[in-house]
């Protein structure tokens, strides 16, 4: 199937060209989902504004469209979108008419000189603390077989700092037991890494398939390492809400699932002292501001520096 350019320039065809653009260019179906979602949107404003062409949007259409986003309210709460929701749509409609302009769909881009809304930076969720990452860890042992294998996945979670798309990639030969390393396979941005892991992780990954696999495993299972009650690979659903129930039930009283002990792992290791571009290395983020944002969230480092130089927490 050739990749045309489209003979009109209506919303509905041109974005369906980008959308065929973005997916030869190997985007994942999850951004294309996500994409298709925005477009769809901002499609659905577009005619009940009377703008049905790709050549009717300019610098003014994005700013009124802007003007929208920040007036709706949702449906479920009342309340605003949130700053990355408004972004993100802006930005998939600034982006689509960029590759309209450079394959020559349309000859010109009037919304290059569109100013994107600045997000801020927003810190994550307060981070579970090394006493409250075993208090969690602890949990899984009231639930026995789907306990030990609940275990093993937190601890990996932990011990690596994967995301949780990333740990349901898992397979079995991505676990290296003597050089206590695991592999990720194509992460963010399809790219491969090695990430060291805790022998303490790699004794409960060793139980779990030794004890727990084999119990799951069934003709859907392939070579995921880690299995659903159903046999077949966990859904990143339901792997956030297999940490958030533990994490409730620890009664630690921080909200979080999967990316909780990314944050903790991250978190802990500048507070002990790893450089930052090992953090960064380790989360496998390709800027490094992405990861000093666990700089600003460590408080330990901080909170001893004020303890021993601020006046007032020198005062009893």
């Not at 199937?1 to 060209?17: H, I, S």
């Not at 949702?74 to 700053?83: E, F, N, Q, T, V």
């Not at 398939?209 to 299995?227: M, N, Q």
């Not at 990316?259 to 090992?278: E, F, L, S």
Request: charged fraction near 25%.
């Amino acid at each position: 199937m050739l990749l045309t350019k489209p003979d009109t320039l209506a919303l509905d065809v041109c974005e369906l060209f980008y959308l065929s653009y973005c997916r030869a260019k190997g985007q994942s179906e999850s951004t294309l989902q996500s994409k298709s979602d925005a477009l769809r949107l901002f499609r659905e404003w577009a005619l009940q504004n009377r703008i049905i062409g790709i050549d009717d949007i300019n610098v003014n259409v994005l700013d009124s469209y802007q003007y929208s986003l920040n007036e709706h309210r949702k449906r479920s709460d009342g309340m605003p979108l949130a700053r990355g929701t408004i972004r993100y749509r802006l930005t998939t409609v600034k982006v689509m008419m960029r590759v309209l302009c450079l394959k020559n769909v349309i000859a010109e881009n009037p919304c290059e000189r569109f100013e994107l809304p600045k997000l801020g930076r927003k810190l994550p969720n307060p981070v579970l603390s090394e006493e409250e990452v075993q208090s969690v860890l602890e949990q899984a042992s009231f639930y026995g077989t789907a306990g030990i294998r609940d275990r093993a996945i937190m601890e990996t979670y932990y011990a690596s700092g994967l995301r949780r798309q990333e740990l349901r990639n898992l397979m079995l030969g991505d676990i290296d037991f003597v050089q206590l390393q695991l592999r990720v396979a194509q992460g963010k941005g399809h790219k491969d890494r090695y990430v060291p892991i805790s022998q303490r992780a790699c004794a409960w990954i060793y139980r779990y398939l030794k004890e727990i696999r084999v119990r799951y495993a069934s003709i859907h299972s392939g070579k995921t390492l880690f299995l659903a009650n159903n046999g077949k690979p966990f859904r990143v659903a339901q792997l956030s809400e297999l940490v958030a129930k533990y994490i409730k039930l620890s009664e630690v009283r921080k909200a979080g699932a999967c990316n909780q002990y990314r944050h903790a792992a991250a978190t802990h290791m500048v507070d002990n002292g790893a450089d930052i571009r090992h953090v960064q290395e380790f989360l496998g983020h390709a800027d490094l501001s992405t990861t000093q944002v666990y700089v600003h969230v460590s408080m330990e480092k901080l909170r001893e520096v004020y303890n021993r130089t601020h006046p007032a927490a020198k005062h009893d």
